[in-house]
Protein backbone atom coordinates (compact mmCIF):
# COMPACT_ATOMS: atom_id res chain seq x y z
CA UNK A 1 0.00 0.00 0.00
CA UNK A 2 2.77 2.28 1.33
CA UNK A 3 4.17 2.05 -2.43
CA UNK A 4 0.96 3.13 -3.95
CA UNK A 5 1.25 6.54 -2.53
CA UNK A 6 4.55 8.15 -4.40
CA UNK A 7 2.54 6.59 -7.71
CA UNK A 8 -0.90 8.51 -6.85
CA UNK A 9 0.87 11.45 -6.12
CA UNK A 10 3.29 11.53 -9.40
CA UNK A 11 -0.04 10.56 -11.51
CA UNK A 12 -1.90 13.60 -9.82
CA UNK A 13 1.31 16.01 -10.49
CA UNK A 14 1.31 14.84 -14.11
CA UNK A 15 -2.39 15.50 -14.56
CA UNK A 16 -1.85 19.21 -13.46
CA UNK A 17 0.68 19.59 -15.56
CA UNK A 18 -0.76 17.93 -18.36
CA UNK A 19 -3.90 20.18 -18.01
CA UNK A 20 -1.54 23.69 -17.57
CA UNK A 21 -0.48 22.77 -20.91
CA UNK A 22 -3.36 23.10 -22.40
CA UNK A 23 -4.24 26.60 -21.34
CA UNK A 24 -3.41 29.81 -23.34
CA UNK A 25 -1.53 31.91 -21.24
CA UNK A 26 -2.93 35.50 -23.10
CA UNK A 27 -5.78 34.49 -20.66
CA UNK A 28 -4.44 35.15 -17.66
CA UNK A 29 -6.51 36.86 -16.01
CA UNK A 30 -5.35 40.51 -14.62
CA UNK A 31 -6.41 41.97 -11.07
CA UNK A 32 -6.03 45.38 -12.30
CA UNK A 33 -8.36 45.13 -15.12
CA UNK A 34 -11.45 47.48 -14.02
CA UNK A 35 -8.61 49.50 -11.60
CA UNK A 36 -7.25 52.32 -12.11
CA UNK A 37 -3.76 52.56 -14.01
CA UNK A 38 -1.51 52.85 -10.50
CA UNK A 39 -0.31 56.81 -10.47
CA UNK A 40 3.14 57.03 -10.42
CA UNK A 41 6.48 59.07 -11.34
CA UNK A 42 8.46 57.59 -13.91
CA UNK A 43 11.62 58.70 -15.80
CA UNK A 44 11.10 59.81 -19.74
CA UNK A 45 13.33 57.19 -21.36
CA UNK A 46 14.66 60.38 -23.88
CA UNK A 47 15.87 62.41 -20.62
CA UNK A 48 16.65 60.97 -17.21
CA UNK A 49 16.08 64.46 -16.22
CA UNK A 50 12.35 64.29 -17.37
CA UNK A 51 9.60 62.49 -15.51
CA UNK A 52 6.01 62.07 -16.55
CA UNK A 53 3.22 61.06 -14.09
CA UNK A 54 0.88 58.70 -15.31
CA UNK A 55 -1.98 60.44 -14.30
CA UNK A 56 -1.09 63.27 -17.18
CA UNK A 57 -3.24 60.80 -19.43
CA UNK A 58 -6.64 60.70 -17.65
CA UNK A 59 -9.07 62.56 -19.90
CA UNK A 60 -8.77 60.52 -23.05
CA UNK A 61 -8.53 56.64 -23.71
CA UNK A 62 -5.05 55.31 -24.68
CA UNK A 63 -3.00 52.25 -24.80
CA UNK A 64 -0.10 51.29 -22.71
CA UNK A 65 2.09 49.02 -24.34
CA UNK A 66 5.16 46.96 -22.37
CA UNK A 67 8.13 46.40 -24.76
CA UNK A 68 11.75 45.75 -24.56
CA UNK A 69 14.65 46.61 -27.24
CA UNK A 70 15.57 42.79 -26.42
CA UNK A 71 12.42 41.27 -26.89
CA UNK A 72 11.46 40.00 -30.33
CA UNK A 73 7.58 39.77 -29.86
CA UNK A 74 7.41 43.43 -29.76
CA UNK A 75 9.19 43.58 -32.68
CA UNK A 76 6.78 41.12 -34.50
CA UNK A 77 3.88 43.77 -33.29
CA UNK A 78 5.87 47.12 -34.05
CA UNK A 79 4.52 47.69 -37.37
CA UNK A 80 0.68 47.80 -35.62
CA UNK A 81 1.68 49.98 -33.29
CA UNK A 82 3.46 52.36 -35.90
CA UNK A 83 0.56 52.10 -38.21
CA UNK A 84 -2.09 52.83 -35.26
CA UNK A 85 0.28 55.68 -34.53
CA UNK A 86 -0.39 56.79 -38.41
CA UNK A 87 -3.52 56.50 -38.11
CA UNK A 88 -3.72 58.93 -34.82
CA UNK A 89 -6.43 56.73 -34.03
CA UNK A 90 -5.81 56.60 -30.40
CA UNK A 91 -2.56 57.91 -28.20
CA UNK A 92 0.42 55.29 -27.51
CA UNK A 93 2.12 55.07 -24.60
CA UNK A 94 5.16 53.24 -24.02
CA UNK A 95 6.29 51.19 -20.79
CA UNK A 96 10.33 50.34 -21.66
CA UNK A 97 10.38 47.15 -19.17
CA UNK A 98 13.63 45.98 -17.94
CA UNK A 99 15.83 47.66 -20.28
CA UNK A 100 19.11 49.98 -20.78
CA UNK A 101 18.00 53.62 -21.85
CA UNK A 102 20.75 53.52 -24.91
CA UNK A 103 19.32 50.10 -26.35
CA UNK A 104 16.06 51.43 -26.77
CA UNK A 105 16.51 54.49 -27.59
CA UNK A 106 18.43 52.91 -30.32
CA UNK A 107 15.95 50.43 -31.40
CA UNK A 108 13.24 52.81 -31.68
CA UNK A 109 15.67 55.21 -33.77
CA UNK A 110 15.63 52.14 -36.00
CA UNK A 111 12.44 50.78 -36.12
CA UNK A 112 10.09 53.85 -36.08
CA UNK A 113 8.60 55.00 -32.25
CA UNK A 114 5.05 54.84 -32.43
CA UNK A 115 4.68 56.19 -28.95
CA UNK A 116 3.49 60.06 -27.81
CA UNK A 117 5.42 59.47 -24.35
CA UNK A 118 7.60 56.28 -23.15
CA UNK A 119 8.14 55.83 -19.70
CA UNK A 120 12.02 54.23 -18.63
CA UNK A 121 11.24 51.10 -16.01
CA UNK A 122 14.53 49.38 -16.17
CA UNK A 123 14.22 47.53 -12.91
CA UNK A 124 10.51 46.29 -13.58
CA UNK A 125 9.50 48.22 -10.70
CA UNK A 126 5.97 49.95 -12.48
CA UNK A 127 5.83 46.48 -14.53
CA UNK A 128 5.56 44.36 -11.28
CA UNK A 129 3.11 46.87 -10.39
CA UNK A 130 0.93 46.44 -13.25
CA UNK A 131 1.26 42.70 -13.20
CA UNK A 132 3.73 42.29 -16.10
CA UNK A 133 4.21 38.63 -16.49
CA UNK A 134 6.75 39.56 -19.57
CA UNK A 135 6.98 41.21 -22.82
CA UNK A 136 4.76 42.59 -24.98
CA UNK A 137 1.74 43.22 -23.11
CA UNK A 138 -0.70 46.09 -23.38
CA UNK A 139 -2.88 47.72 -21.42
CA UNK A 140 -6.01 49.62 -22.86
CA UNK A 141 -7.02 52.76 -20.54
CA UNK A 142 -9.89 54.41 -20.36
CA UNK A 143 -10.66 58.63 -19.75
CA UNK A 144 -11.22 57.79 -16.77
CA UNK A 145 -7.84 56.36 -16.08
CA UNK A 146 -9.30 52.79 -15.37
CA UNK A 147 -7.44 49.64 -17.35
CA UNK A 148 -10.41 47.86 -19.21
CA UNK A 149 -8.27 45.08 -21.28
CA UNK A 150 -5.28 43.61 -21.00
CA UNK A 151 -3.75 41.48 -23.62
CA UNK A 152 -0.28 39.68 -23.01
CA UNK A 153 1.40 38.87 -25.99
CA UNK A 154 2.12 40.43 -29.61
CA UNK A 155 -0.55 41.97 -30.95
CA UNK A 156 -2.25 41.52 -34.36
CA UNK A 157 -4.85 43.35 -35.99
CA UNK A 158 -7.94 41.17 -34.95
CA UNK A 159 -7.52 41.58 -30.99
CA UNK A 160 -6.14 45.23 -31.54
CA UNK A 161 -9.21 46.28 -33.64
CA UNK A 162 -11.35 44.44 -30.78
CA UNK A 163 -9.76 46.16 -27.85
CA UNK A 164 -10.04 49.55 -28.89
CA UNK A 165 -13.47 48.81 -30.18
CA UNK A 166 -14.38 47.59 -26.68
CA UNK A 167 -12.57 50.89 -24.90
CA UNK A 168 -14.82 52.80 -27.04
CA UNK A 169 -17.92 51.11 -26.26
CA UNK A 170 -16.77 51.16 -22.73
CA UNK A 171 -16.38 55.22 -22.99
CA UNK A 172 -19.96 56.13 -25.03
CA UNK A 173 -22.38 53.48 -22.78
CA UNK A 174 -24.47 55.02 -20.24
CA UNK A 175 -23.05 55.16 -16.83
Known amino acids: M ?41 GELRSSETTLNTNN ?15 AACLEEHHLLMDLATREAIPIVGLNYK ?25 GEFGMELGV ?3 PETFFVDKTG ?4 KHIGPLDRGNLANAIDMLNAKQNSPP
Open 57 to 71: LVGSNFVLNVWASWC
Open 2 to 42: RQLIPIAIFIILITFFAIGLTRDPRLIPSPLVGEPLPVRQL
Open 99 to 123: DTRKDASSWLRKNGNPYLQTWFDPN
Open 133 to 135: YGV
Open 146 to 149: TIRH
